[in-house]
């Protein structure tokens, strides 16, 4: 089963609270998952938070949202993406960060079949980076997974998954890429400007029939 598992919680240093920063009148964690299921390959989305009391609210949320929830280790992020794997049955999973609200089911499904066409430990589509800062994907089969969650003993490494980017002799990998470097556009949440700047964009994109998309597919390769 190809599961994505977004990872969020409400304890941002940056921005506290930002998944619930409203967009066109719902929060920004309704819209992620909205457009991750917009994904023609994904089977299952499931939340992964911190098992804080903070985060209770996210389950809460979620729980009122029909979606599924599992929660582990707040700095041990790998574990906390291993667990989540096991909870769902997943075979093949899709990373998600939960302070993207342009995050592309299109792209998302084009990374997932270059993993499965290429029988690859590990793909991606910002190593090296050339769509904007908000649309990176990983996917990788169950088995990396828990070969990296067995290896990587390097907490800062476990904390933001840089296992696969550290050790690329051990994984066999490949990158989806843009027919040219915007990466240096910014369309994540880190901080007010970021969120003033999505909430204009939704403002004029946003749609309840469906969600927009601002990539050319045919421009990807």
């Known amino acids: 089963m190809i599961t994505a ?55 809460q949320w979620a729980n009122n949202n029909d979606v599924e929830v599992f929660r582990g280790s707040e700095q041990d992020v790998l574990s906390r993406y291993f667990q989540a794997a096991l909870f769902s049955g997943a075979s093949m999973i899709a990373r998600i960060t939960a302070d993207d609200p342009f995050k592309d089911p299109e792209i998302i499904d084009k990374v997932i079949d270059l993993c499965i066409e290429d029988n690859l430990d590990f793909a991606c589509n910002n190593n090296p980076p050339s769509f904007p800062e908000g649309l990176d994907v990983e996917i990788y089969p169950m088995s990396a997974l828990e070969r990296a969650e067995k290896e990587d003993i390097d907490p800062f490494s476990r904390e933001h998954l840089m ?20 990466s240096f556009l910014r369309w994540t949440i880190d901080y007010p400007p970021d969120l003033e700047m999505a ?19 045919e421009d990807c390769y």
């Open 5 to 59: 598992i977004i990872q969020a919680r409400v304890s941002s240093k940056r921005l506290p609270n930002k998944v619930f920063a409203e967009l066109n009148g719902k929060p920004l964690i309704w819209h992620v998952v909205d457009r991750v299921r917009r994904s023609k390959k994904i089977e299952k989305t499931v939340l992964a938070i911190p098992d804080s009391s903070m985060d209770d609210v996210l389950e």
């Open 163 to 182: 296992y696969f980017y550290k050790y690329p002799e051990k994984f066999k990998q490949s990158n989806f890429s843009y027919s040219e470097d915007i």
């Open 199 to 217: 909430r204009v964009v939704y403002e004029h994109l946003y749609s309840e029939d469906g969600i927009f998309l601002v990539i050319r597919g």
